[in-house]
């Protein structure tokens, strides 16, 4: 499939202001890239990776193992196993909301808290267009695929949480490749088009609206879509 590589401008999409500080509660967005002051001063250090496929390195192995364990060790049925990756499909989508509305746009008010948050997220919302801030490291992801993992552990037990893991992993591959390639990328496939124009509407319309990523069904159901 063919695709012209573009940056999102943010020129004339929306309003810009003067940076006095980058906890700043003023509008803000830059097609530029965080200045070096700030990302040294701001952004943790190790909490993203500047490789577009280095996360693949790590996660599609573990998608693998996960998946070959299912099957061949565990015996997992390909009926059982398919069950509990639509069953993670259908969580991711939840979860993704979810995350992104009440923890990514958390508000915090003491300075570590500020510092983290606009570490994870808020950056990325005043500088859409620096890739450095597109793909958090596995050193942050990892861990959370732990505690996941051992969450559901206790829900699903030790032989179908690895299935419904596998699947859990294969959503954060594609959602890491979609928000990357949103961001750099035009493909003419009509469903990442609407996905794009769902994304680039909550960063450029409305922060508040299009929480979604992946999916657009919990903005519908929870009012929060923007069309």
């Given at each position: 499939?063919?695709?012209?590589?573009?940056?999102?401008?943010?020129?004339?999409?929306?309003?810009?202001?003067?940076?006095?500080?980058?906890?700043?509660?003023?509008?803000?967005?830059?097609?530029?890239?965080?200045?070096?002051?700030?990302?040294?001063k701001?952004?943790?250090?190790?909490?993203?990776?500047?490789?577009?496929?280095?996360?693949?390195?790590?996660?599609?192995?573990?998608?693998?193992?996960?998946?070959?364990?299912?099957?061949?060790?565990?015996?997992?049925?390909?009926?059982?196993?398919?069950?509990?990756?639509?069953?993670?499909?259908?969580?991711?989508?939840?979860?993704?909301?979810?995350?992104?509305?009440?923890?990514?746009?958390?508000?915090?008010?003491?300075?570590?808290?500020?510092?983290?948050?606009?570490?994870?997220?808020?950056?990325?919302?005043?500088?859409?267009?620096?890739?450095?801030?597109?793909?958090?490291?596995?050193?942050?992801?990892?861990?959370?695929?732990l505690?996941?993992?051992?969450?559901?552990?206790?829900?699903?037990?030790?032989?179908?949480?690895?299935?419904?893991?596998?699947?859990?992993?294969?959503?954060?591959?594609?959602?890491?490749?979609?928000?990357?390639?949103?961001?750099?990328?035009?493909?003419?496939?009509?469903?990442?088009?609407k996905?794009?124009?769902?994304?680039?509407?909550?960063?450029?319309?409305?922060?508040?609206?299009?929480?979604?990523?992946?999916?657009?069904?919990?903005?519908?159901?929870?009012?929060?879509?923007?069309?």
């Open positions: 499939m063919r695709s012209k590589k573009m940056k999102y401008h943010t020129e004339n999409k929306a309003p810009a202001a003067k940076k006095a500080t980058s906890h700043s509660n003023a509008p803000f967005v830059s097609h530029k890239e965080v200045p070096a002051e700030i990302y040294d701001e952004i943790f250090a190790n909490m993203y990776t500047t490789n577009p496929v280095g996360y693949l390195y790590f996660y599609v192995p573990l998608f693998l193992v996960l998946t070959i364990y299912s099957l061949a060790v565990l015996a997992i049925s390909i009926f059982t196993y398919f069950a509990y990756v639509a069953a993670a499909i259908g969580f991711w989508t939840v979860f993704e909301y979810v995350m992104h509305r009440y923890f990514f746009h958390w508000q915090p008010t003491n300075k570590w808290g500020k510092q983290f948050i606009y570490s994870l997220h808020k950056a990325h919302h005043e500088y859409p267009n620096d890739n450095r801030l597109l793909l958090v490291s596995w050193l942050l992801s990892f861990p959370s695929f505690m996941l993992y051992g969450l559901f552990y206790v829900l699903l037990g030790s032989v179908n949480v690895n299935p419904f893991m596998a699947g859990m992993v294969a959503c954060y591959i594609a959602y890491d490749w979609l928000h990357y390639a949103s961001h750099n990328y035009n493909f003419k496939n009509s469903l990442f088009q996905l794009k124009r769902h994304h680039m509407m909550h960063h450029f319309q409305d922060k508040e609206k299009n929480y979604g990523f992946t999916s657009t069904l919990w903005d519908k159901i929870l009012n929060t879509f923007l069309k």
